[in-house]
Every structure is written in C-alpha cells, then in structure tokens.
C-alpha cells in the first residue's frame, strides 16, 4: 500500500480489468451504439450513458437480456417529475431473477443468524420454496396490487416472502423486528396491507426479544389485515399462535402452515406493466412521518442489472451486505441474486460476542464480495480487531461500504489489517431511489477519502444555490436525468405534493438528494454527509422526528435535538458504532436526573428501536432553530465534530444564535476528552 500522496491505494490488475463485465459492456455499447463511438474508459462510457440516456437504459435492457412477455413501446416520455419509462412493457421481477440460466442444485443463499448456525438453499430449494409460498397467498386470497408486509429478519424466510409476493404481483414491504411498534404502524398503516408476516421474536446481542406485545399492538392499528403469518423463529417448540390473533383478524397460520396451503402449486408469474409496483420503502421519517417511497418491477430490475457491472459479480461469487429488513440494502442484497453470484444472510448484531463476528462469517462463508458501514470499520480499528491475523480472508476480492462517509483513517485501516490487495469500495445513494448514485467500479483505482466514481445513468452533478455546477468543491448532490428507479409515486400522495417538495421544489425539474457532494477532477466523488439528517445505528435507519415524537411523549421533556458522530475518546459502548447523544429541554422546575433518562431511553427502546437508545442525554436550556422554526441537526453535529460554528451555520438565520455556545463548549470538552484519552 502507498501513502495518499504517492497515488492510488489499489489498482485492479490487468487480467481483472480484462475479464470484468464493465469492460464486455464497455465493449458491446462500442460495437453497437453509434452514438458512443468509441469507448477507451470508464468515464467515456459514463458520460455517453448519461448524454444518451434513453439509448442507454435500452442498452441495459438488451445487453441483460430482460425477459419481458411484451415489449416496450418507448423507452421514456416525460421528464422528471413525471418521467414515464417503457410504456407497453409487460414483465415480471421474480420471474427475471429466478428464470434465468439457473443450475438448481447450485447455491443461491447462504445464511446464518444468532438463532442459527451456517446453511445454505440451492436455487431448487428456493424456487420450490417461492412456488409454495405464493400458492399460500394466493388461497389467502391475495391478488395483484394487494399489500404484503413482514416484520421480519434478514432470514430466507423473508426472501422467499418476498419473491412470491412479487411473483403474484402483489406489494412488498417490509420493517425489521428490532423496530418498535409504533415506528412499524407508522410505516405499515399507510398502506393499509392484506397480509402481514411476522416472526414470534429474535436474538441481538446474546439477548432474546418476544414481539408478541408488538404484534398485538401493531394490528390493534392495522384494520385492514385480514391474515397473520407467525414464523416461529425464537421459539422453536412450544409456540403459542394464539399470541398472536388479535386486532380482529380472521385467521393465524404459521409458516409451514402457509406452506401447505401452496402444497402443489407450479412457479408462475403474473405479468404487469413496467411500472406496476413491486415494493414500498420508507424515508427515515427525519420530518413527520415516513415517506412511503413505492418502486415499480421494471425500473428496480434494470436498477438491479445495471448494479452488476459495477460489483463485478462472477459465478462463484458470495455476495454479502450487513443490513436489515428495514433499510434498502435489504433491497439491495436481494437484487444481487439477478447476477451469477450467491448472496449471504446474517441476523444478528455486527458486535456479538465481539466485533470478530462478521469476519468470522466472512471466513466461514468464503465471502468473496463484503459489505459493512464505515461505522463497523472506525469501531474495528478502534477496538484494535485484527481481520487478516485472527481470520482466512483469502476469498475476500472486494470490500463496499456505505450508510455514512468513509474516513481516510478506515481506507488506510482496511488496506493494513484486512487485506493489502483488496478492491474497497464506497458507495453513497439512498432509498428513494433503491441505488447508489456514487459507487464502486472495478476498472478504476482507488484513492484515499474517495469514491470511484459516479454510476452509470445516473446524472450526478454538485451544484451552488443558484443551481450552477461545481468541480472540486462541496455543493448539494443533484441528478439531473430522470432514472428507472426513481419513485413512481409516494403513497397517499395523490396530487404530488409531497414528492415535489421532496425531491423538486429547490432546483425545479432537477432532482435534489440532500447529501453535499465534491466531485474530484479525476472523476471521483467526496460525501460530506446528509444536508438534512438521519441516524444510522448497526444498518437500521431511523429518522430524528421518529425519535423524537418518542422522547416527546415523556411528559417532562418539551423539545429534543439528537445526534450521532464519531464516539468520542473511545468512551461510548464499544458495541455503539457512533456516540449518539440527546439534548433534551424539559419543564420549568425539572432536572435531568437517572430516573428520567432511564425513562426517556426506555420511551425510545420501545417505540423506535433498542439500538436508537442515546448513549448520553443531557439537558439544554433551548434547541438551536432557524428563524422558520427548523431543528439545526446536521450544523450541531459538525459543530460537536469540530467544525468552527461560523462555518457550521448561518448564525443570522437562526431564532436563538445564543443556543449554540452550549455545543461551542461541549465540543472543546469532547476534544479534551479525546486528546486526554489518545
């Protein structure tokens, strides 16, 4: 490995250039679009991809040979927001993933949990499995546009679940169990689902966790759901189904139960138009509730099929991502089941018994392709694990990361104790449109603090308040082409309102994401973090207006400001991936004390998560506020990582500037600490 100034961290060698399916596409787009005359690297195919956009996402289509039962009239009309891609198709997702040259007794799956150890499903299993299971559903009577929602594990189960739920063309969505109750009603009511499919309770850390509780009140505000599902994953034997049957819903079945009710029944697929919806995924709810973010069959899958050329992923390969049902790269994971490649499953907390625990899966599964968050990296290096000298990572070829900035410090981390010769890759998207805009290319080298590049069809520009574009300097990340799989709509959304002001109302007709974004003048990209904030905490996402409705339904605590950053001097529990802390103003004539923090942590452990549960609440006298009332968040948090306050906000737009000496003092405080620590 060489210093940041001696250039690249990592080189792709020759023979993987070579063989790579970036280079067969690169190739295939020169010998048959015109348009792309001839292509020498990457960023000349990236460019073409975007100039020619329409030409592009045809060339996708072909090159990954979709199968589709009708063909598409016209590859797009209209433009964002209302974009409308491959009128006339007709297709199906499940279909285009399990119907392809598959050897059934290949692996497809490869899981393990706290609950269970290592196995694996052949691609037989799981197409036996998904027949079965949308048999079930079907005799449940679910049909086509009928909602579907699982509270559930990353465990096959809930791949399989998911696969006939869009084999059928019913509506997937899912949260995972970790999330408290009210968190999933305000995901799940929205959409008023038909079926719901839950797990009794799961492990974390060692610990058991019933959501009996949660489940009964779950459906106490779920009138629509007709039908429980309970896969009995904590309790093996002696499950009690009446546990879960009530809210006035007509049957409980289990999960062999639901088995058997598809006994018998052949693997088909309902064929549905381009844009007919597959999924709903949701916004973290950093302001009022979730969005609930709907992507169709068509536009995910081609999503999907233009990923794989940016992973890289062979035949052979072990596809692996640590996340949960409620974050996209759930989504993510599943869709790399649409290339040659096995995906692996994990349930569990990334830091039991140890931080080892991951690359201890890494080895046992013979991973070849990883993914973890930059937080799990800091928190590696912190707590001195050594990957490369206590596990085999001989199989490991790529190493991703996403969900926050990549520090320097972790690139460095990664290439001196997990692998010199590894292709680390960061990426940066989001859920609204199930992707990374910024990601990994396996034709490029790799720079200390960057991304790669910008990815394919994806438009991405960084520009001013005056909607100018900017190189080498931090501006808002745009996308100024229309993409596949941005939303078709957000549900509830009828007149869509609610998605322009999202995405469209400060560069109109150009889509604004929220992240500050540097493109370098070699290509890459630099991610400054969100321009509005979410808190991330070991792969489940959850907004701060969800945390704080939570903290706020504590009668003495009249306004919250939360954060997470970079635990500081290492004091924070080592399990904790950042140091989040809540600032709370309580009522006159009340004081913080351990009795109330223990009862605002509690309020949040079950509303929100156990993993959103501050490390620290203190008191404050006021929250800091913009003069139109917003909560200054992500200027606290950068102020609290050092960040100089006249840098970290606009003093003059704020109600109450005189709030923020509090963080001035707290973060040379924090900076004490750490130098005292270091």
């Known amino acids: 490995m060489r210093d940041a100034g001696d250039g690249p961290l990592w080189e792709p060698a020759a023979a993987d250039r070579e063989r790579a399916s970036m280079t067969r596409f690169m190739r295939w787009v ?5 348009s792309a005359g001839a292509l020498e690297d990457y960023e000349q195919l990236r460019r073409w991809s975007v100039s020619e956009i329409e030409r592009f996402w045809a060339a996708i289509w072909e090159f990954c040979e979709v199968r589709a039962s009708r063909p598409y ?14 009128a006339g198709a007709e297709l199906n997702y499940a279909e285009n993933m399990l119907l392809r040259d598959r050897d059934r007794d290949a692996v497809a799956v490869w899981h393990a949990s706290e ?20 048999g079930g559903l079907r005799a449940l009577g679910v049909g086509r546009g009928d909602r579907v929602v699982a509270y559930m594990p990353n465990i096959p189960e809930t791949l399989v679940a998911f696969l006939a739920c869009a084999s059928i063309g019913a509506i997937w969505s899912s949260a995972a169990p970790e999330f408290g109750a009210r968190s999933v009603i305000d995901r799940f009511a929205q959409i008023e689902p038909k079926v719901l499919l839950t797990v009794d309770g799961y492990r974390h850390g060692g610990k058991d966790f019933d959501r009996s509780a949660n489940v009964e009140r779950i459906l106490a505000e779920l009138g629509s759901v007709e039908h429980v599902v309970v896969l009995p994953y904590l309790a093996q034997e002696g499950f009690d189904e009446a546990a879960f049957g009530g809210g006035g819903v007509r049957g409980v079945l289990t999960w062999d139960q639901l088995l058997a009710r598809g006994e018998g029944s052949a693997l088909r697929f309902e064929q549905v138009p381009f844009d007919h919806p597959l999924w709903v995924l949701y916004s973290s709810g950093t302001t009022g509730l979730p969005k609930a973010i709907v992507h169709g069959h068509g536009g995910i899958l081609l999503e999907q099929l233009k990923k794989r050329l940016h992973l890289d992923l062979r035949r052979g390969d072990r596809m692996f991502w640590f996340t949960t049902t409620g974050w ?20 569990g907390s990334p830091a039991h018994p140890d931080l080892n625990v991951l690359w201890s899966l890494a080895e046992r599964a013979a991973i070849t392709c990883m993914g973890v968050s930059p937080g799990l990296l800091a928190s590696c290096e912190k707590d001195g694990i050594e990957p490369a000298r206590d596990h085999d990572l001989s199989s490991l070829r790529a190493l991703g990361a996403t969900g926050s900035p990549l520090t320097p410090e972790s690139f460095h ?5 997990v692998r010199d010769d590894v292709w680390l890759f960061s990426t940066s998207g989001g859920t609204d449109v199930c992707t990374a805009f910024v990601a990994g290319c396996p034709l490029l080298p790799v720079f200390e603090g960057e991304l790669q590049c910008r990815a394919l069809g994806c438009a991405v520009e960084a520009w001013d308040e005056q909607g100018q574009s900017l190189t080498d300097e931090v501006g808002e990340l745009v996308i100024t082409e229309p993409m596949p799989s941005m939303p078709l709509f957000l549900w509830g959304d009828d007149d869509g309102s609610r998605l322009h002001e999202s995405y469209f109302a400060m560069y109109p007709g150009v889509w604004r994401h929220g992240d500050w974004i540097r493109i370098t003048p070699r290509g890459g990209a630099v991610i400054y973090g969100r321009s509005d904030s979410t808190i991330n ?6 907004g701060t207006s969800e945390i704080y409705r939570a903290a706020l339904g504590v009668e003495e605590v009249l306004d919250a400001l939360v954060v997470d950053i970079p635990k500081p001097g290492g004091e924070a529990d080592s399990q904790a991936e950042l140091w989040m802390a809540m600032f709370v103003v309580l009522r006159e004539g009340v ?26 609440i203190r008191q404050i006298a006021e929250v800091p506020r913009t003069l139109s009332g917003k909560v200054l968040e992500v200027p606290v948090k950068r102020i609290l990582m050092g960040t100089p306050v006249e840098q970290a906000a606009s003093v003059e737009s704020l109600a109450n500037p005189a709030s923020l000496d509090y963080f001035v003092e707290l973060a040379r405080e924090l900076a004490r600490s750490s130098h005292a620590t270091a």
Request: aromatic content about 8%.
């Open 328 to 347: 996209m790269m759930w989504n993510f994971l599943v869709g790399c089941l649409i290339s040659d490649a096995a995906i692996v499953l994990y349930d």
């Open 591 to 616: 004081t913080l004390d351990d009795q109330l923090a223990a009862q605002i942590k509690r309020r949040i452990r079950e509303d929100c998560s156990p993993r959103h549960v501050p490390n620290e």
């Open 115 to 134: 609950l269970r150890a290592l196995e694996r499903v052949t691609w037989g299993e799981l197409t036996a499995d998904v027949a079965r299971v949308a």
């Open 30 to 34: 020169a010998e048959h679009e015109q």
């Open 73 to 86: 009239e016209h590859v797009l009309e209209g433009a964002m927001p209302a974009a409308r891609w491959f």
């Open 413 to 417: 981390w990664v290439y001196e104790h």
């Open 537 to 542: 905490r070991q792969g489940v996402r959850m």
